[in-house]
């Protein structure tokens, strides 16, 4: 049987903010509870968490940003290795204010999280990893070729019919992608 899922009526609304020199697009829902930070894989950006808040919001205040380099945030040139994150994570989180916050972060976000939570374990109330990067000593064939100069280059560069195809394998319900 065809699994039936709606698209969300209206997006978040978008809001933005100094994470140390880096102009940030973010959402925040909910009003009461603990502070939940959803960090995004490679290649995503908030959006790819609009099925996941509604549920979060019920006991959460919850904050959706977009990574440096990625949706609506700045994209320096500058090497963007998982510490170079994880100071962007911090940045994000100190302009906030948030003391203490559980991360769930999904794929290159969840090892994003998991350095972070290594770095500032005082920092992180619960951790959550969604097949998450950063977990055994093999990094995949493809992340390899991506950090090579002009090859990694031709990979990420990519078209809108590319990015279509790429979403639709990525998820379960290719019915989302719009």
Known sequence: MKEKMTIPS???QDHYIRAGDINTRYWVLGNQGSPVILIHGL????????HNVEVLVTQHRVYVPDLVGFGRSDKPTV???PYYFTRFINDFINALNIERA????????????LLYTLQFPDKV????????????????????????PIIGELMTRSNRLE???FFKLAVRNPVVIT
Do not use: C, H, N, R
Not at 43 to 50: L, P
Not at 102 to 113: C, E, K, T
Not at 125 to 139: A, P, R
């Open 102 to 113: 559980s991360l769930v972060g999904q794929s290159l976000g969840g090892g994003i999280a």
């Open 163 to 165: 990015v279509s195809l």
């Open 125 to 148: 109330d619960k951790l959550v990893l969604v097949d998450s990067t950063g977990l055994g000593k093999e990094v995949i064939f493809t992340l390899k070729l991506m950090s090579l």
């Open 10 to 12: 209206q997006m978040p």
């Open 43 to 50: 290649g995503a950006s908030a959006e790819i968490w609009m």
């Open 79 to 81: 090497s963007y290795s």
